[in-house]
């Protein structure tokens, strides 16, 4: 294996000429192999990776601005930003010439080799960067997170570990596990229950293979392992870790259309099989169900199934329910262009490409992205002052429910598939306005830096309503909202998820995200109490998806409080009442004062204002200035309680919100791992919550966001965002004197008056009156490369990505 | 008074110019008198009132086309729509000469004569109308609803009557008192509590002169009537209704700066007035209230003012802090135009502008106006089929409460203004964007039809995210996100709110509702358990805002049943589980078997799915059709319990959503004038509930939107429309047998692979390479009339429409 070890370099060196450092490009040695892709990649890229299509300028006088983003320099290095090519190839090939490490390349590991699944760098602690933002202290020390898939023994585990500081130094540098951030301090490992995948495939199609008979009858078609296979068995992820290491699994159609609607296409038939240890010839099938019946062995499903009066379930078969092409007749002027948004004088806020630095009128901060979560914000500033340290996903479940052992068994932590790789090149003037601004991201995957081209887009939009507005018997006032966003799509499976940030003239930052894509439904029979009967045989299977992020507010520096302004029902007598008591209401208003205290609810009736303040930061009247949290949609957490699937992999999902103390040992509710060792996660959340004083200390928010979902024939062929959305919105509270969107030149007010002509004052805005060329709006898709990297299903952690295509 | 009713035929016929029946015009008189204002409006109102401002067409090839609504003839009328002039005018004559009524215009009217305060159609029965509208049957017939202010009698009181059918026929037409539609049953008489507010008015200078040295030294003001006050009494609303009729008042600051910042401007100060009976002489000063201090007499109140130590609170003040104008630096790039919507290929829905009937892909639907709830809508059909019958505002309430008298005692039902004729000009490019199509509105007052200019908009956007969209390892497939949008905006007092109703072509219809003005305050002293501190002397006075909605779907028919869909946790052992019983979730689906349960929650932890579905119209896979109803926002109803002082006016707050039968005798949750005896509402709503079955019966849910308002420093000038903001989404539930956007073409799905150029399949899509002149979209708002109906403040009911400028 140390033959491809040369090669590490040079392929990471490639790898560069896409990535965000582009003033390196000059100095590195020319591409060894670069396909047509990456040569096309790089053409568009060559500004730096700002624009994501051809925006035409044109020369004429009378033409509307391109909406190119200005550029402009960002005041301190992004400390978050992911390694550099020159940091990471030093880094894989320096572990690559630890001997005690034992690792193997990527393409060359079998199932009983070691190698490396992670290469990406040590988000600092929030100590060390504070003092490099803040004072005169340098820029924290860059470390390299590394996680490594040790196979190469009987008990097989994930390890993460540190390597620096960086740059790599030949005989000084030496790695470390990585624990501190973890509750459970073992190393950095965690047990990997999937070493043996290639095997598990072999034995699931000798599984199936056994019972072709049965399928070819059932369903038309046989799992064997071969490629004319029309039928696929896979089943419950994580593994049921009760009693053995258990996977129930079903028989699952395959899309024969060129859609992706293998998920809506269960068959009814699942076995269960004992998978503990690394010996397949000792992993045991464990019995069959169909139609509500166990049966403990082959033999008896086939005595059964032979037998007569047995009860034969007809198959979900594909089709056009489930492409998501235009079908149907053409809706009426639908062939007429939409409404379509301009920029007709450019774009209007800053951006720094290679700090991935932004600046949109009293907004800045930066953006940072990793292989768990993908894009995350750090050092949001508002009007000069931190308002938020970090604010990013920190875990999102998927849990399911059913008669049935697949659904019933299914509760998928997606950090551990990751939401980084499946962060694709978002589609232009969709995903997107067509006039947006793209940033690239980037990942490790097998000795390679893989990139997605145009991953994160920024604009500005105006809303459809205002932002202001009062009308009086003389004037009336009103003010544009326009509004800036950062959002990023990812892709994890069947589901598709956009993450969206949003930023308001008001002051406030927006959390949304939405789902589409295809559900992972359940064969109806017997599912009538876990989901709604969708189509001939299929079950809308009921579940619950929650998304925690972290949220870590600074007002006015890191001594901060939480606290609670209740509205609640009362009885009073005043003084001005004449003796008569009234029903009316008032403020409760309190604070949480230490971690005991700190899983919290929105409470009934929507009545608990959570706000972030700094009680030594009263504002001129007496209030602490702070942010106020609030649910912009409908709030919800897990309903599962005390969750036998998730046991305690995740328990930030009990409750709407939690505070905790900001450590640097505790910078994230979960790890990636957390699935492979439910009962004993890495991360247990709930440790966290050790009675620490929470009073005008430094906080950690964690909000989940999230739907539960029980789809209906409307989810087919895909869920809609519309529908499938949750948000927060974070608002300055008694923050500042006044409403800040006062500032903006876009308003208007207009005196009227007895039927003469109206005075307006518009206070300077622009009134451009160029030709907008909507050439230069349409988006040319045929440059679309749709990024590379998909993943498996079902999911393989050792080989995660199923097809990096275009990277040699 | 009878010289004035010959003029009244020619003053609505005047105004018949305005309305939307314009193929009228050239038949009627020209106007006697003509305002500018009016001469202005039917030179732009030429076309019929689709077009607000001029949008230009230009010849040229290379131009996009306006934005245009097409034309389309409905297919019924709208027999919502309100009252035309050629049936008003022969009305009211007919009413003025009925001697029994005793009438006098409302020019001439004092407080003891008689007044019409309304003139406009009683909606019709559902009954009646679904024969005309699903079978062979006629229109129904026409009549006038009629409310009459008698106040010429010791006991005065407001009258609903009808008179019909219509058209008036002298000799046979008769009038009724309305009786039928509400709870109580007195004639539809209830009494008016402020027939007497001019004297009131004097009365109140009265009191305030009474203590000029007072509020000269306090407030440097005084309040007497002059034209030169500079400070204000005015106080809850309605009157305190126990042990007489008692109103508390407070001074208030007179804006000085042309900004109408009164509601920030308390002083602390307050009298209690008891207002029994029709004689001023025996109205009783009630005594004073100053920094938490009651005294019961002037004479004691000033004895203590004059006392040593006695503490001096200071005045409110307006100045910069209050005013919306722009203010402070300007923005980075702010000077640069914002981002701004186009149309490139003109409108693409259909407007039948005289009917106020609009159709928009698969929707289609007629809006109707009144003056008591504004704009709502009727037969709303989908895809052909009638999915909403009624869909519209019912009565919205602003519940303070406070340590004070005046915050204590206010809990505004603002029906009794009315939405009406508050619901003024929208603003282009602010209100709705600049290629909005607009309706005009009309209500009665005082002998006239007023017509609100461009008061309704009609709009496609696109929104700045995907409905749909996925990405698998060949392909991705998105699809735009174009919707269609109804609204109005009515300034209620202090108050602006906007009424959104949306359409998407998930077949989704949306209600929103947010608020943006002035907040009414209240005086900080002795108030921290009711507000935030959030300027020299004011607290930001917490209230609840909860608007009741009307949601009558019927679902293949009016035979519908509301069921509840419940994700609720559970712990089951299942045949396959070998014998170990788990932690998870199941459905519990039930429904609403009669009115004793109609009382409902969104649940703890937002997970009741409420639905109304037909049960006897199951899809092919056994599941009743249905549309399911589900919060946008986070949900809320009225904090306080039992209120004091809503009494029983307004039970329709005191949960999330209600469900009862459909009945013509329970059109509406509320009366107008349902303040004016809270103890015996006219309509009462609790008695709606009266356990009748609603097992496939014709349902009606009344939904509540609303916000918790405890208004903080960023609501000074005014609240911002980005955080006060409600919602519900109307959505499909195995209503169709898939998702109806796939029928949309402005999708893509661009199939990808191996680094080659991709595969892009657009479905026939526009591609427009138009230019934009954006010219064309700049509004030209130097015609902008404002409108003219301005709410008193104080609110007269006796004389509600302060100034009705430009019309004579």
Redesign the interface.
Known sequence: MKSAISALATGLAVLSLLSNVVDHVSARPNPKSG????K?SRARGGLGGSRSHPIRRQDSGAS?AAPVA?SIAAPKSNIWAGLTDAEAAPVVAWLFSQKDLNLTTASDAGEWDNTITLVELMIPNKTDSLSYLDGNGTAPARYAHIQLDHRASEEPYFQDILVGPLPIKNGTTRYEPLTYPYTRQTQGKVRNLEADSDSLSDWKHNVSASIADITLELFNGTSTGLDNDTIDAWGQDPYWQ??GIIQ?NQFWGLPTD?F?EGTLLPLGL?F?ANLTGRDPSKWAL??W?YN???YPTTEEFKTAFYSEGFEKLKPNIGGS?AA???????????????????????S???VDTEQKYI?W??FEFYVAFSRDTGMRLFDIKYKGQRIIYELGLEEALA?Y?G?D?VQ?GTAYLDTYYGFGP?S?QL?A?????S?ATYLNTSFYTAETTHTHINSICL????A???????????????????YF?I?S?A?VGNY?Y?F?YSF?L???VHVEV?A???IQSAYWANNG????????A?SGS?H?HVLNYKLDLDVLGTANTLTS?K???TTET?????G????????A?SHIANEDEGKLS?G????T?WSVVNTDAP?D???ARGY?I????????L???????LAKAAQWATHDLFVTRQKDTEPKSAHPANSQDVHDPIVDFDAFFDGESLEQEDLVVWFNLGM?H?P????????????A?AGL?I????????????????????????????S??S?????????????AY?PD???????VV?RKFPFDPNDPY??I??ID
Chains 1, 2 share one sequence.
């Open positions: 396909s047509k892709w990456m096309d509307c200005q009760e009693d129930w060129g992706d699942y269960a464990l019995g169900f509500d019946v166990f329910w998501t092409d235009q079908k149907g007749p053409v809706l009426p002027l639908d062939t007429l262009t939409p409404p379509l948004a301009v920029t007709p004088q450019g209007r806020y800053f600046k009128m009293d849990h429910a008669n052992p019933s499946y694709f589609v003037g969709y995903d997107c306005p006039y604009f500005e939009s105006t459809d309503y205002p932002l202001q507005r009062h009308s009086t018997s003389d004037y009336v006032s009103i003010t544009k909202n326009t966003t959002r799509v892709t598709d956009a969206t308001h008001d002051g406030s939405r589409s894509g295809y109490d876990y989901g709604f009967h969708i189509h001939d299929l009921m619950d302004t509205l609640v029902p005043y003084p001005w009442s004449f008569g008591a009234r029903n009316t209401m008032k403020l208003r929105w009934e009736n929507s009545a204002m504002n009247f007496g209030e106020r609030m649910p912009a949609t409908s709030p919800m957490h309903t599962v309680q005390n969750s036998t699937n539960h029980v209906h024939t409307g989810d087919l062929p895909n869920t809609v965002f519309t529908s959305h919105q608002l300055p509270l008694n923050y500042l004197p006044g409403d800040p969107s006062r500032a903006t030149i876009n308003q208007v007010r207009v005196e009227y008056g007895s039927g003469n002509k109206s307006i004052t206070f300077g805005q622009a009134q451009p009156t160029c030709a907008v060329d909507l050439a349409e898709l045929s440059n679309y490369v749709g990024d998909i199923f097809a295509t275009g």
